[in-house]
């Protein structure tokens, strides 16, 4: 910690580095089946809607977790969360790994998405913490951006140890990632700079700290977070079912919270249905492209997610009042290509498919924008709870396309990878369009709402 405190410029960045560390290898985790689904159903000897029902799973545990997360977040602090979530995804992934009974299977899958649970809106509550409020909208992008690097790893790398070491090798080494980041959060990571590290705790350290480190506090913590409002007094929080579900009522009764959920809802979803489930199936049985140019489609789509991350993270900065205006023009273009690779008769040329590759992972970088537009609606006390309000929208539409897209190709008679079809896969993304019709509407209602709701307090985004 010596080293750390020399450089009040270096530490926030060496703590949010270990956060995003562990965020990184929370996507790892969150999308190991991404490029394994055939290896997948022939390792488990399972149809399409069983292989749909392990993301599903995960992903329900993982949104539904999301509220109390925020809660015990707000009371314990980011470096616990993040802590117990490795250690949930260390025992998942174990058994991932040594385990072939469906009921163990699908336990490991649980433990997964409450892992993953943890990671993300912890990452996200120490920013305020840690840099000022110009610069949140940049490095909340550029977190989301090196989360990317964790699908790269699920696309190739972990993908050939699969191929290469098998099944159980590739999962135990995912493990032994996840303990890695636990031990770089135990010594380094600290929740603001007024706190100590886990370990420091652990031995009973005092933390001592300089006039210097004070005086940056004042300019990062304090000036970053939105005032409070009266409708949500600041209070300590507690966990418990009542608290939680009269922070839910204050919370949703702010229509700027609400449009934030309905945002995370819409845009991401395309791209997390594609990557961490259907992606390679639909590319492979249904394009008929070969195996090792499909895990290069499934990078590019990272790449471009990246590359607008970098983008959008200026551009929100820079245009507050227009964010909502941007996130639906993106959301949109990514609807408007893939209604058109559906309704395309046959195969879609080859200059769609790139343009979908593209244009779809913008989804991602986009829904981050809702939480800079939560942040603007929350107090302080309440951005942990907040924060995972609004995460469990694009998580709620993801698992119910995934498991609805399987259900449709067992219908149509081609949910293995012998009997998939183009026509099939077609008509199974199909299941996308109502998702969207109802995420747009109800962001444009809640645009609405929270413009006069605004007007009414005298209040302004930030």
């Not at 969360?81 to 025992?91: D, H, Q, R, Y």
């Not at 058109?340 to 970088?365: E, H, K, Q, S, T």
């Not at 259900?407 to 293995?416: H, I, S």
């Amino acid at each position: 910690m010596k080293v750390m405190r020399r450089s009040n410029t270096l530490l926030p960045w060496v703590v949010w580095g270990v956060a995003v560390f562990s965020y990184v290898v929370a996507v790892v985790n969150r999308s190991s089946l991404a490029a394994l689904g055939p290896q997948a159903q022939s390792h488990f000897e399972i149809d399409a809607t069983t292989l749909a029902m392990f993301p599903v799973i995960q992903l329900a545990v993982y949104a539904g977790m999301q509220i109390p997360v925020g809660m015990l977040l707000d009371r314990f602090g980011s470096s616990l969360m993040v802590l117990a979530g490795g250690a949930f995804m260390l025992i998942g992934q174990t058994l991932m790994a040594t385990v072939t009974d469906l009921p163990l299977v699908i336990l490991a899958r649980i433990l997964v998405g409450a892992g993953d649970a943890c990671v993300f809106v912890s990452v996200m509550k120490i920013l305020p913490e840690w840099f000022p409020v110009r610069q949140i909208p940049t490095v909340s992008q550029l977190t989301g951006l090196l989360g990317q690097a964790g699908q790269l790893v699920s696309v190739i790398p972990l993908a050939i140890a699969v191929d290469r070491f098998g099944w159980r090798s590739g999962f135990l080494g995912i493990a032994a990632v996840a303990l890695i980041a636990m031990i770089l959060v135990i010594v380094v990571m600290r929740d603001s700079p007024r706190d100590r590290t886990i370990a420091e705790r652990m031995l009973g350290k005092e933390l001592k700290v300089s006039e210097a480190e004070q005086r940056y506090t004042a300019v990062t913590g304090v000036v970053a977070a939105p005032p409070a409002t009266s409708m949500l007094p600041v209070v300590k929080q507690r966990f418990d079912l009542f608290q939680m579900v009269q922070r839910s009522r204050q919370i949703v009764a702010m229509p700027g919270v609400r449009l934030a959920f309905w945002m995370h809802f819409t845009s991401p979803f395309a791209m997390n249905v594609f990557v961490l489930l259907w992606g390679t199936p639909f590319l492979v049985g249904g394009l008929g492209v070969e195996p090792a140019t499909a895990k290069g489609m499934l990078s590019l789509t990272i790449i471009a997610s990246s590359f607008a991350s970098l983008v959008l993270g200026p551009v929100s900065s820079r245009f507050m009042e227009r964010r909502v205006a941007i996130y639906t023009c993106i959301t949109i273009a990514i609807a408007s290509v893939w209604i058109a690779i559906m309704l395309w008769p046959g195969n879609p040329p080859v200059w769609l498919v790139f343009a979908l590759l593209i244009i779809m992972p913008i989804g991602g970088p986009a829904s981050m924008l809702a939480f800079e537009v939560q942040r603007s609606h929350t107090p302080k006390s309440y951005v942990g709870f907040g924060t995972g309000l609004v995460n469990t929208g694009g998580f709620i539409a993801s698992l119910i396309v995934i498991y609805l897209i399987g259900l449709v190709l067992d219908w149509e008679g081609a949910g293995t990878p012998e009997t998939y079809s183009l026509a099939a896969f077609k008509l199974a993304f199909a299941v996308q369009v109502p998702v969207w019709i109802l995420g747009l509407s109800m962001v444009l209602i809640e645009t609405r709402r929270t413009k006069g709701w605004m007007r009414r307090h005298d209040r302004k985004l930030r």
